[in-house]
């Protein structure tokens, strides 16, 4: 499964892909109901056991704006477990030794699960307090876990923070002001352990932090405006970033503060991004098309784009 996209359409696709393919290799949909056309607002692999652990490493676990949260086995199309939020669910995350999940959502508040039982460990939220903001106070739209601290994780929003929250405090540790995160727009170098931010703003679309300290190291805007959705790193210092208002996606060098290659004037706004280490390739979702490109150097080299 370390061979296969972990990206699902934002929108309407439930599909997974291979690098270097045209078309989809699974798909996950959920039985017919009420709520079963709704938005998939996240997916993520989990990777346990050795490479050839095929039973573990095809796990799934996704998102729905329906407050679905589900774990599927990808190479089965088998849905193996399905938890209700009472909330429009927009993002989840598996911590570094995946034994926990995260959900944030709607209503401002983080819930933390157990991987194994599923069941509900806490619940995460700002204080009563008016003096200090120590948790959300909008809908949250991307949450990253440390790559290497399973009690660490950050999340972001509408209301133009980022919060470090750890696990075993009721309320988050510190804040960054300024990001507003429209998307999965979250990401942290799992070298540097810098934080990546994309904001649906023409100013400060993309920035770099220090992760120990919240020092802001870098601003980039790109050429065209663009309004952020999604940002994540390819590798440490470059990063990839798309949007809407110009319908692009930019590889950026972060460091020397310049665009590196793209793909511009897209039919439609970007929602969703993904890399690919082994094969080198990126998927772009963007209305109803999944396009792929791999890099070469400082360029883009499309391979393929799918409408649905």
């Excluded at 998939?40 to 652990?53: E, I, L, P, Q, Y």
Aim: overall charge negative; charged content about 15%; proline content about 3%.
């Amino acid at each position: 499964m370390y061979n296969l996209f972990k990206l699902a359409q934002i929108f309407f696709l439930r599909e997974v892909f291979q690098p270097h393919s045209s078309g989809a290799v699974y798909e996950l949909r959920p039985s017919s109901g009420a709520l079963s056309h709704l938005p998939v607002t996240g997916v993520h692999f989990r990777k346990v056991g050795s490479a050839s652990d095929a039973v573990h490493n095809n796990i799934l676990l996704a998102s729905y704006s329906s407050g679905h949260v589900r774990h599927w086995h990808v190479t089965t199309g088998q849905c193996l477990s399905t938890i209700k939020e009472d909330r429009e669910t927009l993002a989840a995350a598996y911590s570094s030794d995946y034994q926990s999940f995260v959900t944030v959502g709607s209503d401002c508040k983080i819930h933390l699960y157990d991987e194994n039982s599923l069941q509900l460990v806490s619940t995460f939220e700002k204080s009563s307090s008016s003096s200090v903001m120590d948790g959300h106070a909008s809908r949250v739209f991307a949450v990253r876990y440390h790559p290497s601290d399973p009690t660490s994780f950050l999340s972001g929003g509408w209301d133009d923070t980022i919060q470090f929250w750890d696990t075993r405090q009721s309320y988050s540790v510190r804040r960054i002001s300024g990001p507003h995160i429209c998307g999965d727009a979250l990401d942290i170098d799992p070298n540097t352990h810098d934080i990546l931010t994309g904001s649906w703003s023409y100013s400060d679309t993309l920035q770099v932090w220090d992760f120990a300290s919240g020092k802001l190291l870098s601003t980039f805007q790109p050429t065209l405006q663009c309004k952020v959705y999604a940002a994540c790193w390819l590798r440490p210092g470059v990063a990839i970033v798309g949007g809407t208002q110009a319908h692009l996606t930019v590889v950026v060098d972060t460091k020397a503060n310049k665009e590196l290659g793209g793909m511009k004037d897209l039919e439609h706004s970007v929602y969703g991004l993904d890399y690919h280490q082994r094969s080198n390739t990126i998927a772009v979702a963007a209305g109803n098309k999944l396009y792929s490109s791999v890099v070469l150097g400082s360029t883009l080299q499309a391979l393929h784009s799918r409408e649905h």
